[in-house]
């Protein structure tokens, strides 16, 4: 994990990440395996951190990690919810970046 935001964002630990966030944790810190918090929460499928994440100010189309951004690490593990979620909150479908190069190469693998 780049942070402990990314930590409890990916293990879904939603008081943690509020606890974090209250405290001044920067919503859009880049580092580590997954880029962002928002990654980290979006490829685990955690909805609940995710709109947290989103409220807070994190940008939907942050880029960085293996995964490249949210909507990638959403579709690269099938979490349609998470993908409709994103793209509502104005995630770039066309955004390229990380293993998969966009979100639809990410579903597909």
């Known amino acids: 994990y780049?942070?402990?935001l990314q930590a409890a964002s990916v293990e879904s630990?939603?008081?943690v990440v509020r606890l974090?966030?209250?405290?001044?944790?920067?919503?859009?810190?880049?580092d580590g395996h997954y880029?962002?918090?928002?990654q980290a929460a979006s490829v685990g499928g955690r909805e609940a951190v995710?709109?947290?994440?989103?409220?807070?100010g994190a940008n939907v189309n942050a880029?960085?990690?293996?995964y490249g951004n949210?909507?990638?690490?959403?579709s690269v593990e099938g979490h349609k919810a998470m993908v409709?979620?994103?793209?509502?909150?104005?995630?770039?479908?066309?955004?390229?970046?990380?293993w998969y190069g966009n979100a639809l190469q990410a579903a597909s693998a």
């Open 2 to 4: 780049g942070n402990a």
């Open 13 to 15: 630990h939603e008081a």
């Open 20 to 30: 974090l966030l209250d405290k001044g944790a920067n919503v859009n810190a880049q």
């Open 35 to 38: 880029g962002n918090a928002l």
């Open 50 to 56: 995710v709109r947290l994440l989103v409220d807070k």
């Open 63 to 66: 880029q960085g990690g293996e």
């Open 70 to 74: 949210a909507l990638q690490a959403a």
């Open 84 to 98: 409709r979620l994103l793209l509502d909150k104005g995630a770039n479908v066309n955004a390229q970046g990380g």
